[in-house]
């Protein structure tokens, strides 16, 4: 079974501090994304990747950066936290191909006070 | 982004009935996913779909790729307590972006 694992369940920050959310994948998938998930608004695609030092932005990257130097970690950068970033943070990945499947990670809720 | 309507939102059902839910969309889809995710938890992979008409079974889990491409549907026979949770949809396009659905909230009364 292919496995995603997210470094923190639970995050609590301060605003303004640099958060780095991490994400390793063990199935040698090429694509890797980071999603949030907020009550009433659904996912929403931060940013994905489609191989290493590969990155493109998705929906909502503004105050968010990735980092993938390697194929099997991508990590999520809050250079500066803010209280709108609280959220659930949900990290996935897939291989690329016709029949492409999205496996997520258990989540890292994170609290920014 | 593009989120997909699912339907019904929630759904408060007895133990033992059966359970059916469904997503459409405005776009063609090449794929569609559906989900359940427990209350802090990462969504859990349930079905995968590939071709339109395609009808797909996971225990008690029975999901179909819309013949149109544009929805598809998801039903749980013989519901118990653990079925409890939120599932949602996801739809791939031709332009491998991945769209979610609302999601649906089950609650099984024992």
């Known amino acids: 079974d292919v496995k995603v694992t997210q470094s923190s369940r639970y995050l609590v920050k301060r605003t303004g501090e640099k958060v780095f959310l991490e994400c390793v994948q063990d199935?040698?998938?090429?694509?890797m994304f980071w999603y949030r998930q907020d009550p009433g608004l659904g996912l929403r695609l931060i940013y994905f990747?489609?191989?290493?030092?590969?990155?493109e932005k998705g929906d909502i990257p503004e105050g968010y950066s990735v980092s993938r130097e390697k194929k099997e970690r991508f990590s999520l950068i809050l250079e500066s936290a803010s209280t709108n970033q609280t959220s659930m943070y949900l990290c996935?990945?897939?291989?690329?191909?016709?029949?492409?499947?999205?496996?997520f990670g258990s989540g890292t809720q994170l609290s920014v006070l | 982004g593009q989120q997909l309507n699912q339907s019904p939102q929630s759904m408060f059902i007895q133990e033992g009935e059966d359970v059916s839910m469904n997503c459409t969309s405005s776009?063609?889809?090449?794929?569609w996913l559906w989900y359940k995710q427990d209350p802090g938890e990462g969504p859990v992979l349930l079905i995968a779909l590939y071709k339109a008409g395609e009808l797909t079974s996971n225990g008690r889990l029975t999901a179909q790729f819309g013949i149109t491409r544009k929805d598809s549907f998801l039903n749980i026979s013989a519901s118990i307590p653990s079925d409890v949770g939120i599932y949602f949809c996801a739809g791939r396009t031709t332009g491998n972006q991945f769209y979610f659905g609302t999601g649906t909230s089950l609650t099984v009364i024992p």
């Open positions: 199935m040698d998938h090429e694509n």
């Open positions: 990747s489609y191989d290493v030092k590969m990155k």
């Open positions: 776009s063609i889809f090449n794929t």
């Open positions: 996935a990945s897939s291989e690329q191909g016709k029949n492409e499947k999205l496996f």
